[in-house]
């Protein structure tokens, strides 16, 4: 039997993930009267996911390396808060009001930014051997306050129309023939890739799942970007802006309206490719390979010929970078900077990662895991949104869902033992 | 005359005031296998991870062919074909056999990215040759048997065309069978030419395969003997009182 799973390359963990995340959904809409499995709450869930989301994958790799950083949401703050004053102070007077690259020059001094405190941090624990948990604790103290120095506590608002975009929103879409020709491109990727990697694996004689189990997971994985690509054009855009965008475009509004999609989130996109990019470096390259060395055992890592304190470094330096890209996501959606954003999102994040299957013993964890896990939380949070749960109460759940999880996945381990 | 393979000479390493590694000389030949015998504590494993860059010594000299080296890291040491099956050995449990027979020294694709069906393969083909029954070469090695990780340790050390083989208590984790089938690959490799410390505390272990002994105690060397040349009677004096019986050379260490 266990040889029959392994052999499926079945991942008990994955499909408990999955489960849970359905039983969730279905239960909220049960309860909330068919308010939950809509294309505009789902839609809304996964913008508000992205976030959090795309922090995850860097807090998985960091986790791994039996380290934790408790920063990200201050770094968050302070990032925003830089990148609010360049674009609504600086770039107006330097390049105009609305510049085509104003959107442009705010990420990428978001990404430097974040990446920059990243392995400043870093290298302080890596190289001076400070405990990751008080220099990311010190960052989280200093990053909040530099996030209120900017401005002395001002809030930036309004940010660059183009920028805007990043955080979703009517305008934050990408629409629907854009995002039918994603899923189609994205069907053919998951189909080639795995195509490749299973013939490479048989070209060297080597066991492959059966056939029908291939074709199986090829499909669902295709089926799952199908449908959300289906909800996503599903969700029409107000008939106020659906207006304002056919008139743009030169057309006249007919009398009985008509039906624009949203198509996928931006946010939501670029969560996703940082979601890819970072299981790419984890799984495919030398860095990805050491950071898992060194969780499983640094010393054996280090007597290997592994630099554990340069590879710890870039840990921490990606962390920064995709809290920088956060950072754009969340004051994009905002539409403003204020020196409060991202306040209690290190909790989150790490509650993302660990709910993922992310074991903070470290050695062990998967980005797609923390993504799902981030995804799982929203979930709880919106669909108690949605029947009406006090905030207070809210907390008490997704606080007792953590430990809940983190103890199945304890019993699951002694299990499979 | 010709160089030794490898000589290190008059090697001391102190930790917190204790001297673990006293004056220590010992040296290796090509194709010669060379037990490094003691107590535990005695300063075995401390004086090989010197020599494979795991530890710097605070004074001594190592030669590798006659030259002078500096071995500042397990790079260095491994650049010199210095490879090293570690006490503990040094395995990241929570990865495959592969990605630890190639930790450090990973195959890639002309992208740059890992080569995982490359470094499957090659495992495959070494551990065909140290234990022909393995199979799990896709589950984390923390699953496998004592004796399994321990030929995953072997692998790594033997895969890079060692010239000097370093096997710290190499038998301590194995029943007789696979005890046996260590004896068979060190037999082998000295065929090859390569120069293999062996170390164990116990004698029985390594007796009969070596052709010198060096016995250490207390961090310092005892001496060195050719096997022919001393009984295991003796040997086990020189391991436990410290006494150099005639047929051996004694080292700063022997007793008067
Ligand atoms: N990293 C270290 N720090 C402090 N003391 C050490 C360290 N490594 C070894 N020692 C000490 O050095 C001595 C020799 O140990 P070791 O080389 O492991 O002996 P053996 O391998 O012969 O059993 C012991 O007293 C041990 O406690
Ligand atoms: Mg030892």
Known sequence: MNDKLRQLEFD??????????AAIWIGFDFLSGGAFLTPRNLWNLSVQTASIAIMACGMVLVIVTRNIDLSVGAMLGFVGMIIGVLQARLLPELIGLEHPATWIIAVIAAIATGAAIGLFQGALIAYLGIPSFIVTLGGLLVWRGAAWWVTQGQTVAPLDGRFQRIGGGATGAVGETATWAIAVIACAAIAAAMHYARNRRRSFGFPVRPTWA??????AACAAVIGAAWVANAYAVPPGIARRLVEEAGGTWPAGGVFIAHGFAIPVLIAIAAGIATTWLATRTRFGRYVFAIGGNTEAAELAGVDTKRTLMLVFGTMGALCGIAACVSAARLNAATNAAGTLDELYVIAAAVIGGTSLAGGIGTIAGAMLGALVMQSLQSGMILLG????????VVGGVLVLAVWVDVVFRRGIK | MKPKLVEMRDVSIAFGGIKAVDRVSV???????????????????TLIKILSGAYRADSGEIRVRGETVDIASPRDAKRYGIETIYQT???????DAAANVFLGRERTTRWGTLDDATMEAETRKVMARLNPHFRRFTEPVRALSGGQRQSVAIARAIYFDARVL???EPTAALGPAETRQVGDLVGELKRQGIGIFLISHDIH??????DRVAVMKNGRLVGTARVGDVTKDEVLGMIILGKCPPGAEPGPGAEA
């Open chain 1, 12 to 21: 008990p963990r994955l499909a408990g993930m999955l489960g849970a995340l």
């Open chain 1, 214 to 219: 291939h074709i199986a997971v090829m499909l």
């Open chain 1, 389 to 396: 749960v006090d905030a207070p109460l809210q907390n008490v």
């Open chain 2, 27 to 45: 040296d290796l030949d090509e194709g010669e296998v060379v037990a490094l015998l003691g107590h535990n504590g005695a300063g075995k494993s």
């Open chain 2, 89 to 95: 050995l040094a395995l990241a449990d929570n990865v």
């Open chain 2, 166 to 168: 370093i096997m710290d």
């Open chain 2, 205 to 210: 272990d390594v007796f009969d395969l070596a």
